[in-house]
């Protein structure tokens, strides 16, 4: 079975352009997450899916980010505009959620992104 | 607000001893806390899962404690081996189900 899947896996950007990534979770978890993950750091939760409602979102920065989960499954987060700042991995990750929501999240490869 | 600590950015030990990380958290009371393993270029991976009422979990040669009191966790890894090195991190989880980690612990195994 295959895991999370994302892409792009790398991505280079100049400052100012739009970017999308694309996130396609586990069949059947009901659970999405996105994290931006800076070098040498943890990753950083931006925000959490139950099916198709996004039930924390408290640290995506609004101004700039924008994220969707049509039908509960896919998900994609847009930045736009790019800032230099952005530059990061950016992982989903999907779990089975519901009342099981102490289960293990299972995580993707992640996306890289510069912003030059 | 809620924060999680993990000790030493950095920790090096020689192969067989045991290597032993540290997370605390302060201003919230999680009902469970987990572990995950990050390898470079890769996402973190599933280890543990501890429960509030749980003092011990063993997993092969991983050995997690949980101790609400001290508001920390122990992780300990037994006869490291060279392979054992990554970054360690944890996540101790409310009850909502919000996954937030710590900055990890990067472990490096020395023959």
């Known amino acids: 079975e295959a895991g999370v899947v994302q892409s792009p896996r790398y991505k280079i950007i100049e400052k100012k352009q739009p970017v999308a990534f694309w996130c396609n979770p586990i069949?059947?978890?009901?659970?999405l997450y996105w994290y931006r993950q800076n070098l040498g750091q943890g990753p950083e939760l931006l925000i959490r899916?139950?099916?198709?409602?996004?039930?924390?979102d408290s640290q995506l920065p609004k101004d700039r980010f924008s994220a969707e989960r049509l039908k509960g499954v896919d998900s994609t987060l847009k930045i736009q505009p790019a800032e230099l700042g952005d530059s990061a991995v950016y992982l989903c990750a999907s779990s089975l959620g519901g009342s099981r929501q102490n289960t293990e999240a299972f995580f993707g490869q992640g996306t890289r992104l510069t912003v030059v | 607000s809620q924060k999680i600590e993990q000790n030493s950015e950095a920790l090096n030990i020689q192969e067989g001893k045991t290597a032993t990380l540290t997370c605390n958290y302060t201003n919230y009371s999680p009902a469970y806390l987990q572990w995950y393993r990050q390898d470079p270029g890769r996402g973190p991976v599933f280890l543990l899962l501890i429960r509030e009422n749980e003092k011990e979990k063993r997993k092969e040669r991983l050995k997690v404690t949980f101790d609400t009191t001290l508001k920390q966790s122990l992780f300990h890894i037994t006869a490291s081996q060279p392979a054992d090195s990554a970054t360690y991190l944890c996540?101790?989880?409310?009850?909502?189900?919000?996954?937030?980690f710590g900055r990890g612990t990067q472990l490096t195994v020395w023959p």
């Open positions: 899916y139950e099916n198709e409602e996004a039930v924390d």
């Open positions: 996540a101790p989880l409310p009850t909502l189900g919000r996954l937030y």
């Open positions: 069949s059947g978890h009901n659970t």
